[in-house]
């Protein structure tokens, strides 16, 4: 069982340019979201997604696009890289099915780097 | 609105013995789960330990326990007989309710454990 696949695992940058971050999980889960992790910060919500079709802003949504086209797929794309976006970002995704109890299954993460 | 709080950067706790790591949290849904999220050097997001708003008992996972003070907000993990490979970051996360699918994480304690 695959889980949560993320890709590339480390990806370096040029301001302005544009790239995607693939997430795919194969649980059938409703849920997906994507986070960034910055030192001192935890991790902070960017974009969700309930379900195909749908997508919602989190905490820091500027700069990030997202889509939802298929229940398996929630990439992140970055229009135009900054500086700012420097972090590690990871995707994760979680069913309603057993209540409050589904925790979030990961992603093994992806490193970005915009110089 | 919600908000968890993890107010120990860093800890160190001696092999073999125990240790907690602080969380608090606030919410004004009274329907919500609290999750424990480890994160070792390698990166990955590995999940630790749930307990519910409901629960009447504190849950436990092996030398994991959840010390839950529901009048205090509070959610503290507990590591029994501390091993040189529990050192890592520890994240404390909360879910409101049913559906929300809203999952927000604290700042982190970073444990190190001393041989």
């Known amino acids: 069982n695959a889980g949560v696949t993320q890709t590339p695992k480390f990806q370096v940058l040029k301001t302005g340019q544009s790239m995607t971050l693939q997430c795919a999980q194969d649980m059938n889960h409703e849920y997906m979201s994507w986070y960034r992790q910055d030192p001192g910060m935890g991790l902070r919500l960017i974009h969700y997604s309930v379900g195909a079709g749908i997508t919602d802003q989190g905490e820091v949504p500027n700069g990030y696009n997202v889509s939802r086209s298929t229940t398996e797929d929630f990439p992140l794309r970055l229009l135009s890289a900054a500086p700012s976006q420097t972090s590690v970002y990871f995707c994760?995704?979680?069913?309603?099915?057993?209540?409050?109890?589904?925790?979030?299954?990961f992603g093994n993460g992806t490193r970005l780097t915009v110089t | 609105a919600q908000k968890i709080t993890q107010t120990q950067p860093g800890m160190f706790v001696q092999e073999k013995e125990a240790v907690t790591l602080d969380c608090t949290y606030d919410t004004s849904d009274p329907s919500y789960g609290l999750f424990w999220y480890k994160q070792p050097s390698s990166g990955e997001m590995i999940f630790l330990i749930y307990q519910g708003s409901y629960d009447q008992q504190n849950a436990t996972e092996g030398r994991y326990s959840l010390n839950f003070q529901k009048a205090r907000k509070s959610a503290n993990l507990v590591i029994s007989a501390s091993q040189l490979g529990d050192s890592a970051m520890y994240f404390c996360?909360?879910?409101?309710?049913?559906?929300?699918?809203?999952?927000?994480f604290g700042t982190g304690t970073r444990l190190k454990v001393l041989a």
């Open positions: 996360a909360m879910r409101e309710g049913k559906g929300t699918y809203k999952y927000i």
């Open positions: 994760a995704s979680s069913t309603d099915q057993g209540g409050d109890n589904s925790p979030l299954h």
